[in-house]
T-cell receptor, first 113, second 112 residues
Framework: DAGITQSPRHKVTETGTPVTLRCHQTENHRYMYWYRQDPGHGLRLIHYSYGVKDTDKGEVSDGYSVSRSKTEDFLLTLESATSSQTSVYFC????????????FGPGTRLTVT | AQSVTQPDIHITVSEGASLELRCNYS??????LFWYVQSPGQGLQLLLKYFSGDTLVQGIKGFEAEFKRSQSSFNLRKPSVHWSDAAEYFCAVGATGNQFYFGTGTSLTVIP
């Protein structure tokens, strides 16, 4: 399995509080992604990164920001959590050079009360 | 715009029966296509991928998929389903910038 960890794995927080989720990889892959998974919607891309300090928005980026200061770490921040951001968040990585498939982390279940 | 459609939200099959999960995509260029499987409470695991060449691709766990450009389809098949195949299955298309677009998934139930 690809070396991807996510922390925390579970979190309950209150509306209006900031939340940061961390994705850590040991594969030295260039691309990193944050998705959210909701019933009936499959996986939707929030943000992705194509290198250190290089990020771009996905289809559901409103209310989220990201940072990547090192190859191995990709942080997702909810500046002021809302109940609509209750979801399961997955990080994924991709080499993007010799292969294009994405490998997924175990997920973080976030509940905003 | 890129999109993926999985028409079947839920499928139930008997153990030992054959399986076909449907996937249709919309993409302007030659697509990269993928199938992933997700067991409850787990992340997604790559089953197989299509980049180019032979349109019938083999994957892990006895799965295969066939790319049909004329039908914009990439259906997943397995000749004999095992109880452990019960899971959620996602089709995805890879687009520019290494972005993926996922279908909404098909939930598979296997009955003894």
């Amino acid at each position: 399995d690809a070396g991807i960890t996510q922390s925390p794995r579970h979190k309950v927080t209150e509306t209006g509080t900031p939340v940061t989720l961390r994705c850590h990889q040991t594969e030295n892959h260039r691309y990193m992604y944050w998705y959210r998974q909701d019933p009936g919607h499959g996986l939707r891309l929030i943000h992705y990164s194509y290198g250190v300090k290089d990020t771009d928005k996905g289809e559901v980026s409103d209310g989220y920001s990201v940072s990547r200061s090192k190859t191995e770490d990709f942080l997702l921040t909810l500046e002021s959590a809302t109940s609509s951001q209750t979801s399961v968040y997955f990080c994924a990585i991709s080499d993007g050079r010799t292969s294009y498939e994405q490998y997924f982390g175990p997920g973080t279940r976030l509940t905003v009360t | 715009a890129q999109s993926v459609t999985q028409p079947d939200i839920h499928i139930t099959v008997s153990e030992g029966a054959s399986l076909e999960l449907r996937c249709n995509y919309s993409y302007g260029a030659t697509p990269y296509l993928f199938w992933y499987v997700q067991s409850p409470g787990q992340g997604l695991q790559l089953l197989l991928k299509y980049f180019s060449g032979d349109t019938l691709v083999q994957g892990i766990k006895g799965f295969e998929a066939e790319f049909k450009r004329s039908q914009s389809s990439f259906n997943l098949r397995k000749p004999s389903v095992h109880w452990s195949d019960a899971a959620e299955y996602f089709c995805a298309v890879g687009a520019t910038g290494n972005q993926f677009y996922f279908g909404t998934g098909t939930s598979l139930t296997v009955i003894p």
